[in-house]
């Protein structure tokens, strides 16, 4: 079992929908926890950044954790086409520490 | 946030060459480095951790000897891969941390390496 869990999709959407991304985990040690853009060809970009349970929000994205279900989610709202990207979650036991990816989830946003 | 840089972007070698590539932490200082490798539709896996000054830490399965690195400077770590082969085609991320960033791991736009 891998120690991060994540559907590869494709998931493809139309214009203004709400996107819902989801990992799941089996490490129990995992304190923090973040959501990084891809683009193709192109190193990971960080969206969001949370540390231990709870909701976060940034414009249009929301990071939710569940430590107790060992779950985490990304909430796109307004979605648009310049979103389409590989989503990929990322935790750590430690600040600063070793980073352990899902698969990552390609996203498609069509006009 | 903070800016990686990585050099070459891309890479074409023969099999049986070696391949330097770089890493800059262009403004802060990176007490730590780390290198990944994405195969196609695949996730980042982390091959190895650098700090400054001393040697790398390289995760289960990766061969020290193929892949070395090192982490001369608070801004600049190379990765080089010995003797590539065709199956060493794939893309090298590396990423770069320090106190001055908050510990957060800033990556690099990644270097395509194929070799033939």
């Known amino acids: 079992q891998k120690e991060v869990e994540q559907d590869p999709g494709p998931l493809s959407v139309p214009e203004g929908a709400i996107v819902s991304l989801n990992c799941t985990y089996s490490n129990s040690a995992f304190q923090y926890f973040m959501w990084y853009r891809q683009y193709s060809r192109k190193g990971p970009e960080l969206l969001m950044y949370t540390y231990s349970s709870g909701n976060k929000e940034d414009g249009r994205f929301t990071a939710q954790v569940d430590k107790s279900s060992k779950y985490i989610s990304l909430f796109i709202r307004d979605s648009q086409p310049s979103d389409s990207a590989t989503y990929l979650c990322a935790m750590s036991s430690s600040q600063g520490g070793k980073l352990i990816f899902g698969q990552g989830t390609e996203l498609s946003v069509k006009p | 946030g903070a800016v990686v840089s990585q050099h070459p972007s891309r890479v074409i070698c023969k099999s049986g060459t070696s391949v330097k590539i770089e890493c800059r932490s262009l403004?802060?200082?990176?007490?730590?480095m780390f290198w990944y490798r994405q195969f196609p539709k695949q996730s980042l896996m982390l091959m190895a951790t650098s700090n400054e000054g001393s040697k790398a830490t390289y995760e289960q399965g990766v061969e020290k000897d193929k892949f070395l690195i090192n982490h001369a400077s608070l801004t600049l770590s190379t990765l080089t891969v010995t003797s590539a082969h065709p199956e060493d085609s794939s893309f090298y991320i590396c990423s770069a941390s320090g106190l001055a960033a908050d510990n957060e791991q800033f990556f690099g736009p990644g270097t395509r390496l194929t070799v033939l």
């Open positions: 403004d802060f200082q990176a007490t730590t």
